[in-house]
């Protein structure tokens, strides 16, 4: 079965400070991996995916992540983090075959000025 | 491209009584999904349709909850009677058979259903 760890539920930044988000994953399956952010009161968007391509993966807003597969492993990191940044982050597991999301429990991410 | 639409964006309904969300996927994807989240946690999948079949009801409180995709486009979520324990945030989202596309999901906004 499917499941995904988000390690951290609360992670506090300074502005312009390194931002480590960290996902662990389990799939008995070759995986597509995905993080999400999610505003207050706004619906979920798509950061950033991996689907078997580069291991190093770039999103939108300077965010990136890196699939390692020996870790079982999908951290996001971003290099400064902006005020901006400050929202709830969500990693999610599909396996081939099902299309099916599975969610991780959400990191809430807040950056001090 | 449109998003996917959905209302209303916000609902308050007495215990024990009825309501329903509406949702209209990204033109031509064939799947559609709802998905129920509660404050603090993640989505959890209550269904999912490919165009207008059932593929994955496992998580839907079927006794009170219902779903339809008449036509294979829009869909409607309807909670009869509701509970305190359904105030959460209902997601639509959907995505396409295109085989470099097929597994992102696109989210609309949410319905935020509030039960008292």
């Known amino acids: 079965a499917q499941s995904v760890t988000q390690l951290d539920s609360h992670v506090s930044v300074s502005e312009g400070t390194p931002v480590l988000l960290r996902c662990n994953y389990s799939s008995s399956y070759s995986p597509s991996l995905f993080w999400y952010v999610q505003h207050p009161n706004k619906g979920l968007q798509l950061l950033l995916k991996y689907t078997s391509a580069a291991t190093l993966v770039k999103g939108i807003n300077g965010f990136e992540a890196e699939f390692k597969k020996s870790e079982t492993s999908f951290h996001l990191t971003k290099p400064s983090a902006h005020m901006s940044d400050a929202a709830e982050y969500f990693c999610v597991v599909s396996t081939s075959g099902t299309y099916k999301y599975i969610f991780g429990t959400g990191t809430r991410l807040k950056v001090l000025a | 491209e449109a998003g996917v639409a959905q209302s209303p964006r916000y609902k308050i309904i007495e215990k024990r009584q009825s309501v329903a969300f509406w949702c209209n996927p990204i033109?031509?994807?064939?799947?559609l999904y709802w998905y129920q989240q509660i404050l603090g946690q993640g989505p959890k999948l209550l269904i999912q349709?490919?165009?207008?079949?059932?593929?994955?009801d496992s998580q839907l409180p079927k006794d009170r909850f219902s779903a339809e995709r008449l036509k294979g486009v829009d869909s409607t979520l309807k909670i009869q009677p509701a509970k305190l324990e359904d105030s959460a945030v209902y997601l639509c989202?959907?995505?396409?058979?295109?085989?470099?596309?097929?597994?992102?999901?696109?989210f609309g906004p949410g319905t935020r259903l509030t039960v008292t």
């Open positions: 033109s031509g994807h064939a799947t």
């Open positions: 989202a959907s995505s396409s058979m295109d085989r470099w596309d097929f597994r992102e999901q696109y």
């Open positions: 349709f490919q165009n207008n079949g059932v593929v994955d």
